[in-house]
């Protein structure tokens, strides 16, 4: 199948293949502890519930979370765990034409919706608009949000570009997370390795 000739969804296995291996790199090169990483497509509630269903072991820290997040129907999101912790990656996944305002607004809402601590908004070969360049590179704020409800939850996004000729992330070094490997040193420290 040609470039031009695939849609968005067509790249989601690629994507988070290319993720989850820098992930689990990353994790391997800073502890010896076990990390699971595990990938749904579409809606967070009923996703979360198929995950736990199918790894009750390793998965029933997220329980409570799975029964009161509400729903909502992502690109492709993954519940990252050692078994006792969890953190939520949501993935919003554009092509056709840089992206702007409204699909950073889009992962900024569904981040808040959720409690997901991470999002990345992820062009494919286009990478971002002029105005939501220079918004990222001057409003820092938009990338680093923290929540007043309940315990004040923190959500930390970036924004990259797929590059689908050379299967490889181009960082646009602006947002929270800049690149993989800040995600990744980001989710180590909510599980303690650093």
């Known amino acids: 199948m040609s470039r031009n000739e695939r849609n968005e969804v067509s790249y989601y296995p690629e994507i988070r293949d290319y993720i989850e291996s820098q992930i689990k790199s990353n994790f391997k090169a800073s502890c010896h502890r076990e990390h699971y990483i595990f990938w749904e497509i579409g809606e967070l509630k009923k996703g979360l519930r198929t995950i736990i269903s199918a790894n009750p072991e390793i998965c029933a820290c997220a329980e409570s979370f799975a029964q009161n997040v509400p729903p909502l129907s992502l690109d492709i999101f993954a519940l990252v765990t050692d078994g006792v912790k969890f953190e939520i990656l949501i993935l919003e996944v554009k092509i ?24 990345l908004l992820i062009n494919i070969d286009q990478g971002g608009s002029p105005r939501l360049m220079d918004l990222l590179r001057n409003e820092t704020h ?4 923290k929540t007043v409800k309940d315990t004040g939850n923190e959500h ?10 050379t299967r490889n992330f181009e960082y646009s070094l602006l947002g929270a997370v800049k690149s993989l490997s800040s995600l990744s040193e980001g989710l180590a420290s ?5």
Do not use: R
């Not at 938009?142 to 949000?145: D, R």
């Not at 930390?156 to 000729?165: K, P």
């Not at 909510?190 to 650093?194: L, Q, V």
């Open 142 to 145: 938009l990338s680093h949000i």
């Open 156 to 165: 930390l996004l970036g924004f990259m570009t797929w590059d689908s000729d």
């Open 96 to 119: 056709g034409k840089p992206v702007g305002l409204k699909e950073w607004s889009q992962l900024v809402g569904y981040c808040l919706v959720s409690g997901a601590k991470y999002g």
């Open 190 to 194: 909510e599980f303690g390795i650093n």
